[in-house]
Nanobody, 118 residues
Framework: QVQLVESGGGLVQAGGFLRLSCAPSGSIFSINVMGWFRQAPGKQRELVAQITSCGRTNYAAMVRGRFTISRDNAKNTVFLQMNSLKTEDTDVYFC????????????WGQGTQVTVSS
């Protein structure tokens, strides 16, 4: 079973930056959308940013202008550059890869903790 391996989380002061990376442990074919979600304890997982195979991006309003998502299609890797971090960005961040053939299927990473201190 292919897994998504995330890295780059950690502790940073407000106003600082972090860069998250996510790569699969094996081959994944027919990747459509890659993205990042975040989840606080007891709350629903929510979209942070997505990027399609042709490079179209979509951001949650709360991070637009501060976060940038990008992908390396050759390596099936997705990145999230997080600038001007706020304390409210503290969450567990999950990588997501969605394939569209032969069926729609979602791969999820194990989650990486991002903590922003004041």
């Amino acid at each position: 079973q292919v897994q998504l391996v995330e890295s780059g989380g950690g502790l940073v002061q407000a106003g600082g930056f972090l860069r998250l990376s996510c790569a699969p442990s094996g081959s994944i074919f027919s990747i459509n959308v890659m993205g990042w979600f975040r989840q606080a304890p007891g709350k629903q997982r929510e979209l942070v940013a997505q990027i399609t195979s042709c490079g179209r991006t979509n951001y949650a309003a709360m991070v637009r202008g501060r976060f940038t998502i990008s992908r390396d299609n050759a390596k099936n890797t997705v990145f999230l550059q997080m600038n001007s971090l706020k304390t409210e960005d503290t969450d567990v961040y999950f990588c997501n890869v969605r394939t569209n053939y032969p069926t729609v299927y979602d791969y999820w990473g194990q989650g990486t903790q991002v903590t922003v201190s004041s």
